[in-house]
């Protein structure tokens, strides 16, 4: 079964609150998202890394409306 889907978005503003290593943001339309996640060992390490510290405060990104 085929779709053909016209679309037409407008974003006034995109907050992100947070993003990892794992993170999706979709705009639209799309077939088909299957989640995957690979763990590669690459560096022969042998315990895990300290855990992440939030750095900052979330930032907010100011779109603009096309042809300004």
């Known amino acids: 079964m085929?779709?053909?889907i016209h679309q037409s978005i407008s974003i006034h503003m995109l907050k992100i609150g947070a993003i990892t290593n794992s993170s999706v943001v979709?705009?639209?339309s799309t077939?088909?998202?299957q989640a995957q996640?690979?763990?590669y060992n690459t560096?022969?390490?042998e315990e895990a890394a300290?855990?992440?510290e939030p750095v900052g405060d979330a930032s907010i990104i100011r779109l603009q409306q096309p042809g300004r």
Do not use: L, W
């Open 2 to 4: 085929n779709f053909t």
């Open 26 to 28: 979709q705009i639209g």
């Open 31 to 33: 077939g088909c998202i």
């Open 37 to 39: 996640s690979d763990i």
């Open 43 to 45: 560096g022969e390490y």
């Open 50 to 52: 300290e855990p992440a």
